[in-house]
């Protein structure tokens, strides 16, 4: 288990993180969120031992993180990581042996991953050859190749089309169904939502949202209706309880303060013609993110 | 924690030697130290008058100049100004008019005519006739003799006894007395022969220090451009990392060093081959004559002491200057900046080279002997003083020891400074952070 305690870490004066806790167990895939600035860098490579917290600590499987523990995490930064003038098996050769692998060991599992994702025929081509695409692949290959206890996924679908996406995120449901802890960090709230069931968002530092996801929604009061049917929004709006619609082409969403507001909203619609849609929806977890961080994470 | 070191010092190695520019560089400088070396075999190949002989046509009207020009141009050759078989001195009986014709008649360069006449006022004469200008040597040569050739007259003419011109004729007998018991007289002639010797050493270890300081600067900053760094300073410290470069760039020198070497015998072996020294002054083979000289003048006695003491100061020098590359390239975040950062480091390199150059000229200058001891320019200036004896051992030793200090002041406040640089892709507030590393 991966246990971040109380950690706290000063760039000077400036507070980088503050009081950060949350734990990963194995097999389980956390998501850690937040704005750029907010900290989420500087957590990882607090995790990765590249920086000592200023207070707290960090532990995998009960032990402080040093050089011999590193060897068991894998980390897919968000820039390239990729050394660009040498080839797949260089870097992988590479990489591989600083974290304690062997040649054999490195060979036998690079090709099984290449097969994997589609890329053999990159094996003894100059990483600076490859498309955007396919680089990302060899990093997120670099990064699994010692089959990590802890993996740390910084925006890894940066690059990828949708068929690579899925390639990513089967080979990520699989490491985490053979026990890896996967620690996940992503700009796209829907993939976060696929993979994590438990998260953290963090701004400035500090937490602002932490949970199972399924608690986080529950949670969170405001839901939204959807409804279709011979009805006016101007109507909507005056309702109590009604924070918004949302006027689409063939339907209307309804923006409600809480789930108490949804009766209200049903008994007006009931009386009116040609309902044939009328479903209280969970909010995304990118409405949860952008009312708690207070703006919205695209940005 | 040791393998993984040894692994990437491995990778250092193979990163630049497994390059195609590396097999390029190598091609071309081993051409040029062979062409060097071979210059006057390359120039004669292409044709010229290299072996040209001069023939001196003497008229002598005075009836008692030839025979004292002719040995006058003996003794001048044999002074050193060129090889005694390349002029013949011939009496030529006839007329200037004919000799006039004769020389336009002839194809072939090099001959002269030297027409002596009865001067009241300077004794003699004479007249130097040729088809063309005349080259610099022949000039120097003929102007010495045909003045030694008048002065002779003269003094025979002044009713000098024939023992007593002799006595004037005969070269003065010099013996030198140094009281100073550690200078041997012998070492007296070494400035103009080292000189000569010493760039030709220390030049090499000047493009070295280049191409070390080059070497850490683009792989560091390589690794840091590509965010690569942060995968391997999560998997092996920044000691062991700082220690791998400068261990790898050190041997990648040693090789070039080795290689070097081995151009320069290659060079030798083909100018041995092709029987080289085609131009009279060979300049490759002057130095080896010089280099002759100075071990036969008891340099060579010095030299068992000089050379582990040179190299001992040289290899602590390239640890010194392979440490500082590294932490001014961890501080760079690209390498235009680590380009720029660089200029120093090879200024002062410069600076060590030419005051080697000048320690000749300015024999005894303070300046040069105390700049002797300084580290990272010391390499250069102090072996090159040594030999020259304008530097004791004492001196040496302290240029040794001052250079053993710099390297544990980079060891211990440098590798603060690398730590903190290596992860940092920011210029803003370097100085700053920098110095914050120094203090923690």
């Known amino acids: 288990m991966l246990k971040v305690e109380n950690v706290t870490k000063y760039y000077g004066d400036f507070k980088a993180v503050d009081n950060l806790s ?32 200023s207070s707290g600590k960090i532990t995998l499987n009960g032990k402080h993180i040093n050089y011999d523990v590193t060897d068991d995490i894998g980390f897919l930064t968000e820039e390239r990581s990729l050394m660009t003038k040498m080839t797949v098996l260089e870097q992988c050769e590479f990489y591989g042996t600083l974290k304690g692998m062997d040649k054999k ?15 053999t025929e990159y094996k003894n081509k100059k990483i600076k050859e490859l498309s955007k695409g396919n680089q990302q692949k060899i990093q997120f290959i670099t990064a699994i190749l010692n089959n990590p206890k802890l ?97 689409k082409i063939d339907e209307f969403e309804v923006k409600i303060k809480s789930d108490e507001y949804v009766n209200s909203v049903f008994e007006y619609v009931k009386n009116k013609k040609n309902i044939t849609k009328f479903v209280v929806v969970e909010p995304s977890l990118n409405e949860i993110f952008i009312e708690k961080v207070g703006e919205s994470y695209e940005k | 924690m040791k393998s993984k070191l040894n692994y990437l010092i491995g990778i250092s190695l193979k990163r630049k030697i497994k390059t195609k520019w590396f097999v390029v560089a190598n091609v071309l400088i ?4 062979m062409a060097a070396i071979n210059l006057d075999s390359i120039i004669t190949l292409f044709g010229g008058d290299f072996n040209k002989k001069t023939t001196i046509y003497v008229i002598d009207e005075t009836n008692k100049s030839y025979e004292l020009f002719k040995s006058n141009i003996e003794n001048a050759t044999l002074l050193g100004m060129d090889k005694k078989d390349n002029y013949k001195v011939i ?17 072939e360069k090099g001959n002269i005519v030297v027409n002596f006449k009865d001067d009241k006022e300077t004794t003699i004469k004479s007249i130097i006739t040729t088809k063309s200008f005349l080259d610099k040597t022949d000039y120097t040569i003929l102007n010495s003799a045909i003045q030694n050739t008048k002065v002779a007259l003269a003094t025979m003419e002044s009713g000098v006894p024939n023992e007593v011109f002799a006595s004037i004729n005969s070269s003065a007998k010099i013996e030198r007395v140094v009281l100073d018991k550690d200078k041997k007289s012998a070492e007296e002639s070494m400035d103009m022969i ?35 760094m942060e995968i ?22 040693l090789l070039q060093s080795i290689l070097l070497f081995v151009y320069g015998v290659i060079g030798l072996f083909i100018r041995k081959l092709i029987g080289g020294n085609n131009i009279a002054n060979g300049s490759f083979d002057a130095v080896l004559d010089m280099a002759k000289e100075v071990l036969k003048s008891g340099v060579g006695e010095k030299l068992i002491y000089i050379v582990p003491l040179t190299l001992l100061l040289m290899i602590l020098t390239f640890i010194a200057y392979s440490l500082l590359a590294g932490v001014l390239a961890s501080m760079t975040t690209n390498i235009e900046d680590f380009q720029q950062l660089q200029t120093p480091i090879i200024i002062i390199s410069l600076i060590g080279y030419y005051l080697a150059m000048m320690a000749g000229v300015f024999e005894g200058s303070i300046f040069i002997k105390v700049a002797a001891m300084i580290p990272f320019i010391s390499a250069i200036l102090a072996p090159s003083l040594l030999m020259l004896g304008q530097i004791g051992i004492i001196e040496m030793v302290i240029a040794l020891v001052l250079t053993i200090v710099v390297i544990y002041l980079l060891v211990k406040y440098g590798l603060k400074i690398y730590k903190a640089g290596i992860l940092n892709y920011s210029s803003t507030g370097l100085w700053k952070k920098m110095y914050k590393a120094l203090k923690d």
């Open chain 1, 151 to 247: 993996l740390i996924l910084d925006e890894p679908f940066s690059g990828l089309d949708p068929f690579n996406v899925e390639l990513f995120k089967k080979e990520i449901t699989e490491m985490s169904e053979k026990g890896s802890m996967i620690i996940f960090s992503s700009h796209r709230m829907e993939h976060v939502e696929l993979f994590c069931k438990k998260l953290a968002v963090i701004t400035k530092g500090k937490v602002v949202l932490e949970g199972y996801l399924k608690d986080i929604k529950k949670n969170f009061r405001k839901k939204t209706i959807l409804i279709k049917g011979d009805i006016k929004k101007a109507d909507l709006l005056k309702l109590d309880g009604v924070l918004d619609v949302i006027e």
């Open chain 2, 194 to 228: 080292m000189s000569t010797i010493f760039p030709i050493f220390i030049l090499p270890f000047f493009m070295l220090t280049l191409f070390l300081v080059q070497m850490i600067g683009a792989e560091v900053n390589d690794e840091k451009t590509t965010r690569g």
């Open chain 2, 232 to 253: 391997i300073i999560s998997n092996v410290s920044p000691k062991t990392h700082f220690a791998s470069k400068v261990v790898a760039a050190n041997l990648f020198v």
């Open chain 2, 91 to 107: 009496k030529y009986d006839k007329s200037i008019e004919d000799a006039e014709k004769k020389l336009k008649e002839k194809k």
């Open chain 2, 30 to 33: 081993a051409l040029v130290i």
């Open chain 1, 105 to 119: 060991d490195i060979n036998k599992r690079l090709d099984e991953l290449l097969e994997k994702f589609g890329v």
């Open chain 1, 22 to 53: 949350f734990t990963v167990e194995e097999g389980k895939i956390f998501g850690l969120l937040g704005v750029n600035g907010a900290g989420k860098t500087t957590t990882f490579r607090m995790i990765m031992g590249l920086l000592e917290p």
